[in-house]
């Protein structure tokens, strides 16, 4: 059984930094698609970043680049999202969002396959950034 598990999540100041983890049991991150997604109220999800595990492809959002980063420990079976210099609009559930079937071939188009991810991807439970003073 395919499980996503996040942590890292919490409140903190603009301008801080919070590194989410997810551990990912059930398959091997390896040359599979794994990554985040992010739901703030009244809004839809975005897709925010996305590594294909052991590959080194990745995407990541224009409304986050150069403030996040996305990597993964294949032994870890793990994903982690480093986000720095942290905005009040960064304020989401934060979720972790792999892609178990292997389908996904290219990091690129994370941002537009909510979908297919809503359909047959796995997601973890979801964990809250809250960026506030």
């Known amino acids: 059984q395919v499980q996503l598990v996040e942590s890292g999540g919490g409140l903190v100041q603009p301008g801080g930094s919070l590194r989410l983890s997810c551990a990912a049991s059930?398959?091997?991150?390896?040359?599979?698609?794994i990554g985040w997604f992010r739901q703030a109220p009244g809004q839809e999800r975005e897709g925010v970043s996305c590594i294909i595990g052991g590959v080194g492809d990745t995407y990541t959002a224009d409304s986050v680049k150069g403030r996040f980063t996305i990597s993964s420990d294949t032994d870890k079976n793990a994903v982690y999202l480093q986000m720095n210099d942290l905005k009040p609009e960064d304020t989401a559930v934060y979720y972790c969002v792999a892609d178990p079937l292997g389908r996904i071939k290219s990091a690129t188009g994370w941002g537009i396959l909510h979908q297919y991810l809503s359909a047959l991807g796995a997601w973890g439970q979801g964990t809250q950034v809250t960026v506030s003073s």
């Open positions: 059930g398959f091997s991150l390896s040359q599979h698609a």
